[in-house]
């Protein structure tokens, strides 16, 4: 069984930075994705990083040059750094995992999600 447990979320003042975390155990496949998503009150889930087994990663327009996705596969951790944040940037973040493939942003791509880490960005 995959569990995923973010972390390093929490209140900032536009234009700060956040780093979040995703400690990750259990087995997945070898050419696994993984992605960050997030969900504002009222609003659909939204994909906006994700990075294959090779590192590559592919952003949203809404977040593409402010955060970047990274992972330590040895310690099995996937990370966001989040610059110049938004008060927009306001929502849960979850961090899931894939079984690979095409490493989409769709959340139907992904069947193991984490229970999420709040960010608040305040003006």
């Known amino acids: 069984q995959v569990q995923l447990v973010e972390s390093g979320g929490g209140s900032v003042q536009a234009g700060g930075s956040l780093r979040l975390s995703c400690g990750t155990s259990g087995s997945m496949s070898s050419r696994r994705c993984m992605g960050w998503f997030r969900q504002a009150p009222g609003k659909e889930r939204e994909g906006i990083a994700s990075i294959d087994h090779d590192g590559l990663g592919s952003y949203a327009a809404s977040v593409k040059g402010r955060f970047t996705i990274s992972q330590d596969n040895a310690k099995k951790t996937l990370y966001l750094q989040m610059n110049s944040l938004k008060p927009e940037d306001t929502a849960m973040y979850y961090c899931?995992?894939?079984?690979?493939?095409?490493?989409?942003?769709?959340?139907?791509?992904?069947?193991?999600w984490g229970q999420g880490t709040q960010v608040t960005v305040f003006s």
């Open positions: 899931a995992a894939g079984p690979g493939g095409a490493c989409l942003r769709s959340p139907v791509y992904y069947n193991y």
